[in-house]
């Protein structure tokens, strides 16, 4: 007896389905543990990484807190530099690039404090040397190290040391400028010095109080600090040796590098 056509097509229908129905228990009968497998591995994967990260921001919370603690510290007396010390060394083995850095320049920092100069000096040639800390902290390394030698240092190792910060695009480029300015007032040679001072009062992106002092200096050695105005000529060596006096003026005035340099720890805790 002949299909009706619609019964025809009711019987192909069924044979499809049962067939899309057996090669889907075959799938699953072969396949089927292997991807049970993967799904428990991607959920073990993303709660791994919910708690990995919740585990990061309570480090960095913690972190942050004990930096906050050190600094209150590392400003009292030696008492409390002393006092200061596990925490530093706690912090100084953090994982997290910029409390490290933090930690190592509150070291320094209370070391100078309590008068122990070589320590400071040592351990910011250590951080100037950790080729893993960003540039922007060996940098500022650097600087503080030059600051705290300046006065025993002569001044063409100031010049040669800090010069390719001076003339560069980092973020300490002005605060190592006033050092080489002032060594090279140091050096009786104000017609060296007066373009750095002048560069640096052009330098948009230092401090304003930087740029002032710099302004400042570079108006007292006769050039003009303006942008595109004419600078007027120093000599070249003058027969008197006062300028030379004023290189003290920009070597104090190099403290506040000391101070900015804790702030990459900052920018890390923002993250």
């Known amino acids: 007896m002949a299909l009706k056509p619609n019964d025809g ?5 069924e044979v499809d389905e049962e067939l899309r129905r057996e090669q889907l228990t075959t799938f699953f009968t072969r396949y089927g543990r292997w991807i049970a497998a993967a799904a ?3 959920l073990a994967a993303v709660g791994g990484w919910l708690w990995w990260s919740s585990r990061q921001a309570a480090a960095r919370e913690n972190a ?3 930096l906050i603690a050190v600094m209150g510290q590392i400003g009292g007396d030696n008492q409390a530099i002393a006092a200061a010390q596990p925490q530093i060394n706690a912090l100084a083995e953090n994982g997290i690039e910029g409390y490290r850095a933090a930690a190592l320049f509150a070291r320094a920092t209370g070391q100078a404090r309590s008068g122990n100069v070589q320590a400071a000096v040592a351990t910011l040639r250590a951080i100037g040397d950790d080729q893993s800390l960003d540039q922007v902290y060996r940098d500022a390394a650097l600087i503080r190290r030059s600051q705290l030698e300046f006065d025993t240092l ?3 190792e100031v010049i040669r040391r800090l010069t390719p910060v001076a003339t560069g695009n980092g973020a300490w480029a002005g605060a190592a400028g006033e ?3 002032a060594a090279h007032l140091k050096m009786n040679r104000p017609d060296l010095a007066g373009p750095v001072f002048v560069r640096i009062a052009q330098d948009q992106k230092a401090a304003a109080s930087l740029r ?3 302004a400042m200096m570079a108006g007292s050695l006769g050039f003009d600090p303006a942008p595109d105005a004419p600078r007027s000529t120093a000599p070249a060596r003058p027969a008197s040796a006062a300028p030379a006096a004023n290189a003290q003026a920009p070597a104090a005035s190099a403290a506040p590098a000391a101070a900015n340099a804790q702030a990459p720890a900052t920018r890390e805790k923002a993250r």
Not at 9 to 13: M, N, Q, S, V, W
Request: charged content about 25%.
């Open 9 to 13: 097509e009711t019987f192909l229908k």
């Open 40 to 42: 428990v591995l991607i």
């Open 64 to 66: 942050g807190e004990n």
């Open 154 to 156: 002569p001044p063409q």
């Open 179 to 181: 050092m080489v300015g």
């Open 212 to 214: 002032e002092r710099a």
